[in-house]
């Protein structure tokens, strides 16, 4: 009998399961509305209720789940399995989200944070392959990071560490939801294009209020791709400040890889090249030349494949 | 007979070996010039010899000396014990470090880089013992760097990682000795403090160039410590500097503690508010108050006592 995991990633938006194998195959995946706004208890029932669903699908395949792995967004106690705080769950305070889970579905279950998720997700079975280092990007509403030494995710003293969106780029810039001002995720984000657009026609007073509130990451990267000046320039600024913040990762980290996804990673050719440029001009020659700069390659399974990951390895059944 | 090691701090001033125990306490230490104008021949040979005078104090207190350690500065092999290229030597070019010491010695010898060693130093006997992760900065003429990570270096794939000096803090700023413009190093150093220091002279005019060329950090501090307003504000400002650095490196490690050390510490009080109230703006809450700031506390001793350690562990002694 195949044994297998459950993996799943909580998202703001979506929440995704899949039964993942040894080798880390998807075996069957199934996608939900989160729906946040229902409030803790019952985005709780909803995924206890998908986990159920998932697991009498693998008895159904003949295979054995032994575990479940769950990636959530927020601050997690990754040792108790607690969800301290959580910007896309408001009501989500100290919440015993192993505790929970395992209380109904009576199997173990391990949590880690969704970007720390995807990070393994992509080291394990996607673009980070092969090597012991390397930094993830997740380029999306916000940006998420995670960093993995030694083939290890580095969580820090108190879980928290890899929050590479809120490294301080410019000191006095954007004002950042987290309180700081000049967040690389104010810049290098689906949200930072938008700003960085609309601020742009502005300027040029090209514009109805209308307009303006129109704006999307997506219509920005088309009207790049079909040549409009302005589009193209705030995709290149935004490689640039990406860059800036990658030389500072390679002088820090000194990595093998950087592993960059989210939604802003479709737009890959449009920013890619002044993020190459920015990295060279500004990281030391030897680790910037060593560092490949490379697109994720598992898109939104990333998060499934690496909470599965983080079952297996604690069951120390991961190949 | 008392088990001990030979811990070597290779500056491009000073020269420093020191006799250290499993315990790392010095037995006895000497300095001397490197002379380092001289090139690496010369500076090889007063390596060796000032080594074998301590291996002769050694025997003479009746101590086993097994190994010796050296904390060189510059790009590092490890593993090798190759120094790569160093600022402070210019002519040298991928030297057996490692090779040359145990063909003149016939002992064991280890090269670690002289951040790294200090970082250790501190870690071991200093101001980061009990404590699993830290990240210690030097602020002396530049500012050098080592991260400790689950109680090891973190040296990256190359050996090079720990440069923090030149994380962007300004990414159109001061240009840096490294190629960057606005590193870390240009601002939260002795020599950023003289430039500050300089550049708010000639904005007031209040200046003569013979009284520019005259302006030394240790002077900076004196005259903010005796009340003048300018130089407050340059430490300030410094503190500042330093403060949205250590803010993003809370925010990437979220690390147990933050030790300073180097020439710039002893301006500690002119300095450190800022840094904290810097941090505690700009940092995610829980690892911002978490994080320990403290003054390193071994002094010149710390890339001895670290570059002992290394030699220690290499054969598996240190306490």
């Not at 106690?77 to 408001?90: A, I």
């Not at 309180?179 to 104010?186: A, I, S």
């Not at 737009?267 to 060279?280: N, V």
Request: charged share 25%.
């Amino acid at each position: 009998m195949d044994r297998t995991v459950i993996g799943v990633d909580l998202g703001g938006t979506n929440l995704r399961t899949a039964i993942v194998n040894s080798d880390g195959v998807i075996l069957d995946k199934r996608k939900e509305a989160t729906q946040a706004v229902d409030g803790w208890m019952k985005v709780v029932a909803r995924l206890i209720d998908n986990i159920k669903r998932q697991l009498e699908i693998g008895a159904q395949m003949g295979s054995k789940v032994f575990a479940v792995g769950v990636g959530a967004p927020g601050v997690i106690l990754v040792d108790k399995g607690v969800v301290v705080k959580s910007p896309n769950f408001p009501d989500w305070n100290n919440l015993p989200l192993k505790a929970e889970l395992e209380k109904a579905l009576n199997i173990p279950v391990f949590i880690e944070n969704d970007a720390n998720a995807a990070a393994l997700g992509e080291k394990w079975r996607g673009a980070g392959q092969n090597i012991r280092s390397m930094i993830h990007l997740t380029l999306g509403t916000g940006v998420g990071g995670g960093i993995i030494l030694d083939n290890k995710i580095w969580h820090g003293a108190d879980g928290m560490a890899g929050e590479i969106g809120h490294m301080t780029l410019i000191p006095d810039g954007r004002q950042c939801g987290c309180g700081n001002t000049g967040c690389l995720e104010m810049y290098a984000s689906a949200r930072g294009i938008v700003q960085s657009f609309r601020e742009e026609l502005e300027k040029q007073k090209l514009h109805t209020a209308e307009a303006l509130k129109e704006v999307t990451s997506e219509k920005v990267y088309q009207a790049a791709r079909e040549g409009d000046a302005v589009a193209r320039r705030v995709m290149k600024d935004m490689g640039r400040m990406l860059g800036i913040g990658i030389a500072s990762l390679i002088n820090i980290f000194n990595p093998e890889r950087v592993v960059i996804g989210g939604g802003v990673k479709d737009a890959w050719p449009l920013f890619i090249g002044a993020t190459h440029e920015e990295i060279m001009k500004r990281a030391f020659q030897v680790p910037a030349e060593r560092t490949e700069i490379v697109p994720s390659s598992l898109g939104d399974d990333a998060g499934m494949v690496g909470a599965a990951a983080v079952a297996l390895e604690h069951q120390n059944a991961r190949c």
